[in-house]
Each structure stands twice: as structure tokens, then as C-alpha cells.
């Protein structure tokens, strides 16, 4: 499915041609029922309405502090994209944002714990050099040295990034750091249990805001919109894998009998 498929911008857009067109033959309650909703998804691209929806998501992660010592031995982060085709593991340039803030996080933790091994997962959308393979260069320069470094390439998704790393060799331990960013981490770390994993959360970066009491916290801004999309997104994800969770111990359930 098309991501701007389940944009609210564009159902907003939809539902006013709709109401525009058809509001004087449409039953009053089914009209009143669609005006709501145009009002509530106006809500949603606004700061109020979108740091709300990405509060509903990040609070889900756990504090790092329900990681009872000692500290796990494997910091896994999960790398964020890349623009454009990569050619060079060198390309520090071509990392995106969410890439460079979850590795400037899983660093300073393993800073923190520097005899953990510092496992980096992801692949490449574009055939070209994997996004792990750029970010494990950049965290050499930044002082990991090559032998506390592994990197996973064939991942493409969270789920494939479980799954790939619980088949790594040599085995990595179940109980581990999960670098990723917060909003992410969720639907990361229900990925992960699913293949056995117990990951310690730990987020690199937030995008909720705080209340302000402003006259623009109430209107639509495009960063809210961006923000809306990706709740929309994570919610979506986590239906899907705790949908497939369910079926694999399911299935797994079945052949031990």
C-alpha cells in the first residue's frame, strides 16, 4: 500500500470534496459523522494533535532502569536509511538523520559499557553498500574499535532485522541493548522478543514536544503532519507484527506436538 494512502492530509482532502459535494443529500448524522472526522484529522496534523499521537507511542518504552544488572554484554542499534544510491562505505554524508542519531546513542553506550560488542543491523534498499556497513565505518572513526564491531547486511525490515541477527554466528546473547529511536522502538522491541531476544530498550532521540500555549500549537504545520504519518506507520507496523508474532508461536506450538 502507498504510504500517502494513509495520510491525513490526504483523507482530509477527500472528505471535504466529499462533504462539499454531497452535504445537502447526505443524512444529517452520517454528515455530522464525517464533519467530526474532518475536524479530528485537521487535529491530527497540528502540534496539539500530533505530539498526543506520538506520546501515545513513545511512552511505550520502558525505562532503561527495568534493566536489572548486570548490563547486557550486546548493544544492537538498527540503522535509520541512507539517501540516494551508496557507493563507498565512507559516505557519511549520505546518512539520514535517524541513522546518525541512533549511532551517536548506541556509541555512547557502548562508551558506557566498553566491553560490550557493538552489533549494527541493516541492509541496503538500493543494491548498493549497506547501511551498517557505512554506519560501523563511521563508529571506528568515532573510537569502536574492529574488533568490538559486527555488522548485519541483509536486513531491509525490523522484523527482518530480528530475524537475521537471531541467526547470527556466533549466537548473540538473548538479553541485549536495542538502540533505535523511541517512536520506533515499540514495534522494534515486539519484533525482537518474537525471536527469542529480551532487548533492553534504549532511545536515541524523541520528537515529542511539550505543550506550548500558543496560538500556532493549534494549527496544521507540515513537521506535524510528518510526525502523524510516522504514528500512523508505527501503529500499523505493530498490529502487523504482533499479528505475525502470534502466528509463528502459533505454528511453533503446532510442530513441538
Known sequence: MPDF??????WVLLLALLL????????RWLASVLLVLELVLVFSMTPAGANLLVHSVESRVPPASTCSQPAPTAIVVLSGGVEG??????????LTRTSLQRLFAAVALWQAHPDAMLVISGGSPHGSVAESEILASLAQR???PAGKLRVETRSRTTW???ANLAQAQPALPRRLWLVSSALHLPRASLAF???????CAWPSNSVYSPFRASLGYFMPQNSSLAKTDHVIHEWLG??????????????DAMSSR
Request: net charge positive; glycine share 6%.
Open 5 to 10: 494512502i494513509l495520510s491525513p492530509l490526504i
Open 20 to 27: 462539499g459535494i454531497l452535504w445537502r443529500r447526505l443524512p
Open 85 to 94: 544510491r551508496v557507493q563507498r562505505t565512507d559516505d557519511y554524508s549520505a
Open 142 to 144: 568515532m573510537g569502536v
Open 160 to 162: 527482518a532485522n530480528a
Open 193 to 199: 522478543r518474537a525471536f527469542g531476544f529480551k532487548p
Open 238 to 251: 505493530r498490529w502487523a507484527y504482533a499479528w505475525r508474532a502470534r502466528h509463528m508461536h502459533a505454528d
